[in-house]
């Protein structure tokens, strides 16, 4: 398994920027697909994007398709979320996750990070 720690959130107003980055330990990490979610308060769990083992195939929720790109460097062993035209709507706290399989869903992701939290204000 790979152990993740994602880093860079923080307060932001309305319109900004953020990026989020997430740093894999072990020597397996180019095997794992992996994806960033988000959960708000009282919400659940909620997909966002997705990277495949390469980086050459992404997928994104419809609700972040255009602000939000994902990317990683299997040399630094490191995932990264760029978010732009940030919405308050997109307050939640971010996790870091990988999966050796295909399954969709936060059920079919193997290994978690603690999560970072993104606050944007109107």
């Known amino acids: 398994q790979v152990q993740l720690v994602e880093s860079g959130g923080g307060l932001v107003q309305s319109g900004g920027s953020l990026r989020l980055s997430c740093a894999a330990s072990?020597?397996?990490?180019?095997?794992?697909?992996m994806g960033w979610f988000r959960q708000a308060p009282g919400g659940e769990r909620e997909f966002v994007v997705r990277?495949?083992?390469?980086?050459?195939?992404?997928n994104y929720a419809d609700s972040v398709k255009g602000r939000f790109t994902m990317s990683r460097d299997n040399v630094k062993n490191m995932v990264y979320l760029q978010m732009n035209s940030l919405k308050p709507e997109d307050t939640a706290v971010y996790y870091c996750?990988?999966?050796?399989?295909?399954?969709?869903?936060?059920?079919?992701?193997?290994?978690w990070g603690q999560g970072t939290q993104v606050t944007v204000s109107s």
């Open positions: 990277i495949n083992r390469s980086g050459n195939s992404t």
């Open positions: 996750a990988a999966q050796l399989g295909i399954r969709a869903g936060a059920h079919g992701y193997d290994c």
């Open positions: 072990g020597r397996t990490f180019m095997i794992y697909h």
